[in-house]
């Protein structure tokens, strides 16, 4: 019987994943255990190698560890390989370590099915040139945006991204206290950077928004986020954190595994019943 999931990150104990999954689960009235692991730099590979020594099915990698677990992985899906990171681990019929990315596809579902977002022609800004940026940019590419702008408050990492995804679109790398005064404002303003984290703003510069342009925040808490907070100040009327990808990469997670799909709409919508649990 295919039961046996988890976790794996530090901190863990504000992992939604276990609720999220146990709510899936039961759409297809299956058992399954789902348990949150707290690891360490030290430890994880074996705690991943342990985990499916003792029967684990799959489990879900959260930071710091979807590098570490990308590199543990015998193979890959393509999501994965662009992102250098896996947030999502199974065996193949070889028993060989597979790794997938779901976040990127998670974020996707969630401005373009669930929010009704087109953003073919559009001009997409991307705060920050971390792990998250470049585990969302090929989902992104894929959508034919005319333009896509990473701004980050250290110039010489948006370059590098914009170098690393040269071979399959255009990308500019701006820095964050240099932003030209021609760059058009946004389509679509995503804020990939842990500045969410310590209630920092990544950017002041509110030529890069306009009325229109769709605000959103790949953190999430009860309250909106600082970024949120000055997008909503700066007018924008669509502004909107990443609850709604966090249960889309978990629904994405869910299929690879069980290969069923889910509904997540519930799940979206009573999104602070899941923290009550
Ligand atoms: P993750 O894997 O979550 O993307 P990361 O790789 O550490 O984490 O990247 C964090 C991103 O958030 C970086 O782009 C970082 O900017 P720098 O490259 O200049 O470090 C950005 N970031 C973090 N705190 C920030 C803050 N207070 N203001 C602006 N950007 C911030």
Not at 241 to 251: K, N
Request: with cysteine.
């Amino acid at each position: 019987m295919k039961n046996k999931f988890a976790v794996f990150g530090n901190p863990i104990r504000q992992s939604l994943s276990p609720q999220i999954h146990q709510q899936f689960a039961s759409q297809h009235a299956l058992t399954i255990s789902y348990e949150r692991v707290l690891s360490d730099n030290t430890g994880f590979t074996s705690d991943i190698n342990e985990f499916f020594k003792n029967g684990g099915t799959g489990c879900n990698i959260t930071a710091p560890f979807k590098e570490p677990a990308y590199e543990m992985c015998a193979e890959l899906t393509e999501h994965a390989k662009r992102a250098q990171a896996v947030n999502t681990l199974y065996k193949n019929d070889s028993d060989q370590l597979c790794g997938h990315n779901t976040d990127g596809g998670g974020l996707l579902r969630d401005l373009t099915t669930n929010l009704g977002l087109s953003l073919k022609d559009s001009h997409i800004i991307v705060l920050g040139a971390g792990g998250a940026t470049r585990g969302i940019l090929q989902p992104l590419i894929d959508q034919g945006p005319a333009r896509i702008t990473i701004i980050n408050r250290t110039l010489a990492k948006a370059q590098t991204l914009a170098n690393e995804f040269g071979d399959v679109f255009s990308i500019e790398a701006v820095a964050a206290d240099s932003i030209p005064t021609d760059l058009p404002a946004a389509d679509l303003l995503l804020n990939a950077t842990s500045a969410s984290l310590e209630a920092k703003l990544p950017v002041t510069n509110s030529a890069i928004i306009s009325d229109n342009t769709f605000c959103y925040d790949l953190s999430y808490a009860s309250e909106p986020t600082r970024f949120l907070q000055w997008t909503k100040e700066c007018g924008c009327r669509h502004n909107h954190d990443g609850r709604g990808m966090l249960v889309e990469q978990a629904a994405l997670a869910f299929t690879s595994w069980h290969k069923l799909e889910v509904s997540t709409k519930t799940l979206i919508n009573n999104f602070e019943d899941l923290k009550a649990q």
